[in-house]
């Protein structure tokens, strides 16, 4: 089985761009969809990306999604930050989630 | 709008077996997959399993020789038992619905959670 690998935590300020990274340890990552997931606390998840790249409806466009095959990696990227993004945000590829990244809006 | 609802028992003791329904409304329980995951506290999600509505099961490896996922298409509810239960086991267990039949890895509709403790 592969694991992914995300950053433990990211912070940034209001109005910033900021790119969450999930990496694959092995086998392609295109070999299957990543699902990004967001998540705030004491709440359940909710899909901000799937299938590599496209937002749900009702999700603003300042989320997107992108696969890099050459390092075997998707990102999350959050562009005009809010505070209400400050959540931890979950990569999925197949049954595996990634660790976990939690984002901080300062 | 499809909702899901986990129920079961709160207080499980070490080697027991952890039972939980997760109750479907709003929506067909005969079409995608229906799944289960996991959230020890202050850590990250793990997926437990699937079962598509034909019966057809996946597991996660470190857990299928403990795990069984259930339909009951009568009651609209999808079941999960784990056997032999540990504190490593205690965790907000969710129930989660597939987006649709072509992608059963995109968990599009999700349950509040439900803790479960593993503790005599």
């Known amino acids: 089985n592969f694991m992914l690998t995300q950053p433990h935590s990211v912070s940034e300020s209001p109005g910033k761009t900021v790119t969450i990274s999930c990496t694959r340890s092995s086998g392609s990552l295109t070999s299957n969809y990543v699902q990004w997931y967001q998540q705030r606390p004491g709440r359940s998840p909710t899909t901000v990306i799937y299938e590599d790249d496209q937002r749900p409806s009702g999700v603003p466009d300042r989320f997107s999604g992108s696969i890099d095959s050459s390092s075997n990696s998707a990102s999350l990227t959050i562009s005009g930050l809010k505070t209400e993004d400050e959540a931890d945000y979950y990569c999925?590829?197949?049954?595996?989630f990634g660790g976990g990244t939690k984002l901080t809006v300062l | 709008q499809v909702q899901l609802q986990e129920s079961g028992p709160g207080l499980v003791k070490p080697s027991e077996t952890l039972s939980l329904n997760c109750t479907v409304s709003?929506?067909?329980?005969?079409?995608?997959?229906w799944s289960w995951i996991r959230q020890p506290p202050g850590k990250g999600l793990e997926w437990i399993g699937y079962?598509?509505?034909?019966?057809?099961?996946n597991y996660n490896p470190s857990l299928k020789s403990r795990v069984t996922i259930s339909l009951d298409t009568s009651r609209t509810q999808f079941s999960l038992q784990l056997t032999s239960v540990t504190a490593a086991d205690t965790a907000v267990y969710y129930c989660?619905?597939?987006?649709?039949?072509?992608?059963?890895?995109?968990?599009?509709?999700w349950g509040q959670g439900t803790l479960v403790t593993v503790s005599s």
């Open positions: 709003g929506g067909s329980i005969t079409t995608s997959y």
């Open positions: 989660a619905r597939a987006k649709d039949i072509k992608t059963p890895y995109y968990l599009h509709y």
């Open positions: 079962i598509y509505y034909i019966g057809t099961t």
């Open positions: 999925q590829s197949w049954g595996v």
